[in-house]
C-alpha cells in the first residue's frame, strides 16, 4: 500500500464516503469497522462483505467490495493467512498503542461484570424493599385495629 500510495495519494484518506465512491468504481476495497460497512450496505445493495468480520479487541473489522468483485476470494485468502499468522494482531496491537492517549489514565479495557460488582446495591435494594413490606404490614395493621 506505502507504493501504491506514491501514485494514488487517496489511498490512505480519511475520506469514508471518497473511499466508498473508489469501491464502487470497481478497483478498490475498503477496511472498515463493521458498523460503518454495514451503514454504506443499507445505503447501496451493490456492496458486499468479503467473508466473515475478522475480530481484534472487541472490535470487527469488515471488507467491502463492489458484488461480484473478481478478486474477493483472492483478498479473503490473503486476510485469512494475516490472521493465522498473527500479523493482524501485531498490526492491530500497534495501531492501538499510536492511537492510544497515554495521559488519560483510565484503563479502557472491557470488565466483565460479576455479581460482587453489583452485590452492594442489590443489597441495598433488596433492603429497601423489605423495610416496604414491614411498612405496609404495619400500616395494615394500624389501619385494621384504628377500623375496629
Known amino acids: ?75 479473503e485468502n490473503v486476510m485469512r493467512q494475516l490472521k493465522e499468522s498473527g500479523i493482524m494482531d501485531v498490526w492491530w496491537k500497534n495501531r492501538i498503542a499510536n492511537d492510544s492517549d497515554s495521559s488519560c489514565g483510565v484503563d479502557r479495557s472491557v470488565k466483565t461484570i460479576t455479581l460482587q460488582d453489583v452485590l452492594g446495591g442489590f443489597l441495598v435494594v433488596c433492603g429497601g424493599i423489605g423495610l416496604s413490606c414491614v411498612m405496609l404490614m404495619l400500616e395494615l395493621c394500624r389501619h385494621w385495629v384504628h377500623n375496629m
Open 1 to 75: 500500500m506505502k507504493t501504491l500510495s506514491e501514485h494514488d495519494t487517496e489511498i490512505f484518506l480519511n475520506d469514508k464516503d471518497r473511499q466508498m465512491e473508489r469501491v464502487k468504481e470497481g478497483s478498490h476495497a475498503f477496511i472498515t469497522y463493521s458498523s460503518s460497512a454495514e451503514h454504506f450496505m443499507a445505503k447501496d445493495c451493490h456492496l458486499a462483505l468479503v467473508g466473515e468480520p475478522a475480530s481484534y479487541e472487541n472490535e470487527m473489522l469488515a471488507f467491502a467490495t463492489p458484488k461480484g468483485y473478481p478478486l474477493k476470494s483472492d483478498i
